[in-house]
């Protein structure tokens, strides 16, 4: 099997230190394949959010090694680890932080833009990212434009856009109802059929269910719930 | 339960034969039952029986025909309108586990709990697969599927909300007599 695109092992992070020492993740192993879906579940303050942010060289652990695409973050410089986030991993979080003086269209080509692609392709890949979020046609309207769903689907779109291999999201349906949710989940479902990888972090059990594979945070430490590598064959396997 | 409303349902949309009565119960519920057809029979014999639906001759090719009586569409107007009350539905088997769990020296409900979280998230990833992939299936079956779907999340829910409360009940954990049975292949 190839090497996974992302890799993580004996991870663990402390904050504080002393008496107020919390171990937030003890001893993380995990792997996330191309083309896989994981969800982690888990309570609020279980580390979920942390975990994705060291995977997403946001964050640096106490412990362990980390692999994007074979490289171990802990190795890379502050510029190689710029390029990562820029280029291979798409960051869906909760808060939108768009840039009120861009368009939508410029504020999803703008990763690719600071990474040196030139302007009319980013904007291609952006028009593709718009659309796949439901805002083809809205691209050239300013934040304060659109509604909180839609400037969340607009950073949902930047941090999906272009070519990207391994994607994290924390709870990224969070303002969203649950039609326009449910078409994020599938989003994300589809770009892992076309191989990359996504990582997501959700305490709703029918969002985790979108996932190939299904882990628990517990007290800083993984407990595998639910592998699904493949579909069921069809209805009838369900049906009686 | 249930094929004898659902039999009286079809027939107050006219008069059928038993093998037809199977076919659409069927198609009407999505595929989501299968009933076989001496079930069919032996339920219009009762509903006959009762006065409920009555012989409406044959067919062209010999087989009886039945059809709905005034009385049968009163009682299929009273079972429609009928709330189904969830607290009186019966034992639930999943919630008297883990009761009986809680209440048993030899058992640790968080083993039972994390048993059915597997089984349950499993199947719910199942359900969610079909549904966004057989985005054109008949609207019965869709349906069904979401009934599944929202029973699934809410007992996944519901075992999330019980281990916190042992939690906060600080139940301690038990070693269970249950030997745990091997994790099925994936």
């Known amino acids: 099997m190839s090497e996974p695109v992302l ?7 402390t904050h504080g230190k002393g008496a107020q020492r919390v171990d937030a993740l003890v001893d993380i192993d995990l792997d996330v394949a191309a083309g896989e879906f994981v969800a982690i579940t888990g309570r609020s303050g279980s580390g979920k959010t942390t975990l994705l942010n060291i995977a997403g060289a946001l964050d640096e652990p106490t ?8 490289r ?27 840039l009120p003086a ?9 990763p690719l833009e600071l990474d040196g692609m030139p302007v009319p392709e980013a904007r291609g890949y952006a028009d593709i990212s718009l659309e796949e979020v439901g805002l083809g046609g809205m691209g050239d309207r300013y934040p304060d434009q659109l509604s909180g769903g839609e400037q969340q689907r607009v950073a949902i779109a930047r941090g999906l856009v272009g070519p990207r ?67 069921p064959a069809s209805t009838a396997d369900i049906r009686r | 339960m249930g094929v004898k409303e659902g039999l009286l349902a079809l027939l107050s949309d006219g008069p059928r034969h038993g093998y037809q009565l199977k076919l659409d119960l069927e198609t009407a519920t999505g595929e989501s039952i299968s009933i076989n057809v001496g079930q069919i029979y032996s339920t219009l014999q009762r509903l006959e029986r009762d006065g409920l639906i009555e012989d409406g001759g044959k067919d062209s090719d010999g087989r009886d025909i039945y059809q709905i009586t005034p009385s049968g569409r009163a009682s299929l107007a009273e079972w429609a309108l009928e709330a189904v009350d969830l ?27 994390e048993h059915q979280r597997r089984f349950t998230m499993g199947l719910l990833q199942d359900l969610t697969q079909l549904r966004h992939r057989e985005v054109d299936t008949d609207l019965a079956w869709q349906l069904h599927l979401d009934r599944l779907m929202y029973s699934a999340e809410a007992e996944l829910k519901w075992l999330d909300r019980v281990e916190e409360r042992l939690e906060t009940a600080q139940i301690p954990e038990r070693v269970t ?8 292949g994936v």
């Not at chain 1, 890799?7 to 992070?13: D, L, S």
């Not at chain 1, 510029?79 to 909760?94: E, K, N, P, T």
């Not at chain 1, 861009?102 to 703008?110: D, I, K, M, Q, Y």
Request: proline letters at 3%; a negative charge.
């Open chain 1, 63 to 70: 412990t362990g090694n980390v692999w994007v695409e074979g």
């Open chain 2, 177 to 184: 007599d249950v030997e745990t049975p091997v994790e099925e």
């Open chain 1, 165 to 231: 291999s391994l994607l994290l999201a924390d709870e990224p349906t969070g303002a969203l109802d649950e039609a326009t949710g449910e078409s994020i989940l599938r989003l994300l479902r589809d770009r892992c059929e076309l191989g990359a990888s996504a990582l997501m972090v959700t305490h709703e059990p029918a969002f985790a269910a979108w996932a190939d594979r299904v882990v628990r945070l517990r007290d800083g430490q993984i407990e595998e719930i639910s592998v699904r590598s493949m579909v």
């Open chain 1, 72 to 98: 171990d973050l802990g190795d890379m410089s502050n510029h190689d680890l710029a390029r990562i986030r820029r280029v291979s991993v798409g960051y869906v979080f909760q808060q939108f932080n768009l």
């Open chain 1, 102 to 110: 861009l368009t939508a269209a410029e504020n999803v080509a703008l």
């Open chain 2, 87 to 113: 607290a009186a539905a019966g034992r639930d088997e999943i919630s008297l586990k883990v009761l009986i769990a809680l209440s048993t020296g030899g058992l640790d409900p968080r083993v039972v709990i």
């Open chain 1, 7 to 13: 890799k993580m092992r004996r991870v663990g992070k």
